[in-house]
């Protein structure tokens, strides 16, 4: 007998999805088609009414593309999926179906460069003003502005200090104030975390990274309830970041593999800031999983694993970092996370370019600091890169 859909758990989901098997192609088909055909007008506007659940143009819905919203649905834990064309793609259409032009945002400080730079030029030209705070202080934060806010939004683990904030607090402080909650969860993917079932309102992933996992295409993904999702992909559906099939097929192909990835990526990366925290070399680890983390007792409480990223401070200069990173032979050098192939990137020059010194420091960002996607290959010959770059310091 076939499990029912609330029994499954993520590895299953991940390979299967959440719908009962039927006679027919054992993979999802690409639908490759902008428009679909109708017998007659009554039908065309059944579905244009969402009254049949048929799919009219591509850009509104697509068959290929729901079958992945199922799944991250079901891995997020919640009613319903948006699946576009980016990670930026998700964040604005949650944001503008969400936030009205004279209404306010409260976001954290530590987010993804992007991010940042729609929050402090693309929103305040449109009229809506955010205003930033130390994510230690987020909580407090959102309780204090009462009314004031139509939004909170932060990441958890952050880009790319690794900092955490208690996300069940935050669900709480936003609940009491009346404002909606929403989560980048693009660094420790719904495997390590399931933000909506500790009541945020909206999660939103960078589908580029880990869902995606193979470093070939570009996607993102708003979940909520079906009533706040209703809003966001009606703002998704005008602001026209559609996924193509194609790229949804491939975002598929890749959710196969999540669990089993994501495991390799916490395991990979909990030895290499274990070892790496022995070396003389680096001033610094920035590790959830490590006990000195300072917040490791709260990501031990809401994250089934760590993730694998973590950021490293050398114990040198910007110069230092540039040839730290020059001498990475495994290790490719190259922006993005979540794919299998590891990756270094040096934030200043990279995610976080263009943002001043001071901005650079609030943000706990260092010169000498070197941000790594540990990948999933052995263990040992990452490590044993490392070190050979580390060497080249001397
Ligand atoms: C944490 C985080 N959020 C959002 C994004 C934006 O995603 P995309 O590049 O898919 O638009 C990125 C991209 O690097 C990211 O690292």
């Not at 009606?234 to 790229?247: C, I, R, S, V």
């Amino acid at each position: 007998m076939r499990m029912r859909e609330n029994e499954r758990r993520p590895s299953t989901i991940c390979v299967q999805g959440t719908e009962e098997q039927r006679p027919g192609p054992a993979v999802m088909p690409i639908v490759q088609t902008s428009t679909f055909v109708f017998e007659s007008q009554k039908h065309m506007l059944e579905s244009v009414q969402g009254k049949s659940g048929g799919h009219v143009y591509t850009r509104w819905s697509n068959p290929t593309t729901k079958h992945v919203e199922g799944k991250i649905s079901a891995l997020e834990g919640t009613e319903d999926t948006n699946v576009v064309a980016s990670g930026m793609a998700a964040i604005s259409s949650a944001v503008f179906g969400m936030v009205k032009g004279g209404e306010k945002i409260l976001s954290t400080d530590s987010i993804y460069g992007g991010t940042l730079h729609l929050f402090k030029e693309v929103l305040p030209q449109n009229g809506i003003e955010v205003d930033f705070v130390d994510i230690a202080e987020f909580p407090d934060a959102i309780s204090e502005g009462r009314g004031k806010y139509r939004l909170c939004f932060f990441e958890t683990p952050t880009n790319p200090t690794l900092k955490v904030v208690d996300i069940e607090r935050v669900a709480e402080a936003a609940r009491s104030a009346g404002t909606t909650s929403m989560i980048d969860n693009t660094f420790a993917s719904p495997i390590n975390q399931k933000p909506h079932l500790l009541g945020i309102d909206l999660v939103m992933n960078s589908a580029t990274k880990y869902l995606g996992g193979h470093s070939d295409l570009i996607a993102g993904t708003v979940s909520g309830s079906a009533v706040t999702m209703g809003r966001v992909r009606e703002a998704a559906k005008l602001l026209g970041g559609t996924m193509d099939p194609f790229a949804s097929f491939l975002l598929d192909r890749g959710l196969k593999t999540l669990a089993i990835r994501v495991e390799r990526h916490n395991s990979n990366a909990m030895f290499l800031a274990q070892e790496l925290s022995k070396d003389s070399r680096i001033r610094a680890v920035h590790y959830p999983g490590l006990p000195s983390h300072e917040h490791h007792a709260v990501a031990r409480k809401q994250m089934n694993g760590f993730g694998g990223m973590l950021s490293i401070d050398l114990d040198s200069d910007l110069k230092g970092a540039e040839t730290f990173v020059d001498s990475l032979r495994i290790f490719l050098n190259a922006v993005s996370l979540g794919g299998v192939e590891s990756l270094a990137s040096i934030p200043s020059l990279t995610t976080h370019y263009g943002f001043d010194e001071s901005t650079l420091r609030e943000m706990g960002i260092s010169a000498s600091a070197v941000r790594l996607s540990v990948g999933i290959e052995d263990p040992a010959d990452l490590l044993a890169d490392l070190k050979q770059a580390l060497d080249s310091l001397r």
